[in-house]
């Protein structure tokens, strides 16, 4: 059969979990739940960012992106298994799996690209805390962002060109509640050796890339908190990265095992198990791991049930906070007079506290200096 999709197909079959009507009931009452956690969970991660001016810094300027892409990545896959399981249908159309495929490319590879700038936010942070503020700018955040969301375009429009270019057979069901890449390969009856190989080297430079510059990161990281002497101060520098580094964890390992599953056997519980903890429960679990490590997101989550969230006005940075911390801050080294940044006004405040202590103490003033920088980087960035 030549290439080219000549059978014409129209629609495909999306089998999902199981054909038995009594569980379709707990099915969708429990993916409706899921769906609703996560969509409202995000949402209150990118309010709460928005309405506090003191979460206007780059970690939660790249937490709501993050959390903005999550939706979207749910968004693509659950609703339409929602519909079908209301309606008792199964079918998706050829076009309909098509856009559902890119776009749960797409999503899915902004968040990868996502977690390697928090990666390399937290290297920053933790290894060049002095320069934090001059290398992380607002210029500098935006750009990281950009280039996440436009690098993933050219990934997911690449799977779904080699997609097009595929010859289906009669067969056409997709054992899973969604059109997932690899069970919509399997369904080709044409030699897919030229698109096995694009894919592969397609996968390796963008799956591989920001694998990479996590690990890269990371061992920055370690290396720069094993020579700290003290343990408080370990433990507190550690404790800044702890919630991206679950994220990390979380999201690879459950994205290896959709990977080891769907090579194994193409219909098993195994596989479509591992599609949900990957496209459902990852995005639901990371405004809790999150929020429940963050002082900062807690506070101003109570706030805004509460309906007492207050946001500053530049005016009342300018005039009142930036006033008192150019008098209160003797560093000059991170604070200067007329920026508006938080993170600023915050080590400013927290660095002239201690400086006197620092000063007068004998021994390990050093330690003492970095536990307290990675004092306000909790603060700042938990």
Request: net charge neutral; charged share 15%; proline share 3%.
């Amino acid at each position: 059969m030549e290439p080219g999709n000549d059978t014409q197909i129209s629609e495909f079959l999306l089998l999902g979990f199981s054909e038995a009507p009594e569980l379709q009931l707990l099915i969708l009452g429990l993916f409706i739940s899921m769906y609703l956690i996560t969509v409202c969970g995000n949402l209150l991660i990118i309010l709460a960012t928005i309405s506090d001016s003191h979460l206007h810094t780059p970690m939660y300027f790249f937490l709501s992106n993050l959390s903005l892409a999550d939706i979207c990545f749910t968004s693509t896959t659950v609703p339409k298994m929602l519909v079908n399981i209301q309606t008792q249908s199964k079918v998706i159309t050829y076009a309909g799996c098509i856009t559902q495929m890119f776009f749960f490319i797409l999503f899915g590879e902004v968040d990868d690209f996502l977690l390697t700038v928090m990666a390399y936010d937290r290297y920053v942070a933790i290894c060049h805390p002095l320069h934090y503020t001059v290398i992380m700018n607002s210029w500098l955040c935006r750009q990281l962002v950009l280039a996440s969301w436009t690098m993933s375009v050219p990934y997911a429009l690449l799977h779904s060109l080699m997609a097009l270019r595929l010859s289906f057979c009669t067969h056409v069901e997709i054992p899973h509640f969604f059109c997932e890449f690899d069970q919509v390969i399997y369904l080709d009856c044409s030699e897919t050796f030229s698109n096995d190989m694009v894919i592969y080297f397609g996968s390796v430079l963008l799956d591989g890339g920001p694998l990479t510059g996590i690990f890269y990161s990371y061992s920055k990281i370690i290396f720069s908190i094993c020579a700290i002497s003290s343990t408080q101060g370990k433990y507190q520098a550690f404790s800044t990265c702890a919630s991206h580094l679950s994220v990390v964890s979380l999201f690879y390992c459950t994205g290896l095992g959709v990977y080891l599953s769907s090579g194994a056997t193409h219909r098993s519980h195994s596989s479509a198990a591992a599609l949900v903890m990957y496209s459902v429960f990852t995005p639901m679990l990371n405004p809790f791991i999150y929020s429940l490590r963050n002082k900062d997101i807690k506070r101003d989550l109570k706030k805004l049930f509460r309906g007492k969230l207050y946001v500053p006005t530049r005016g009342d940075i300018r005039t009142g906070f930036l006033s008192e911390g150019v008098r209160a801050g003797t560093s000059g080294r991170v604070l200067q007079h007329g920026d508006d940044s938080v993170v600023r006004l915050l080590w400013a405040a927290q660095y002239s506290t201690e400086t006197t202590q620092c000063h007068s103490s004998s021994g390990s003033s050093g330690d003492y200096v970095v536990l307290q920088l990675f004092r306000v980087s909790q603060v700042v960035w938990r």
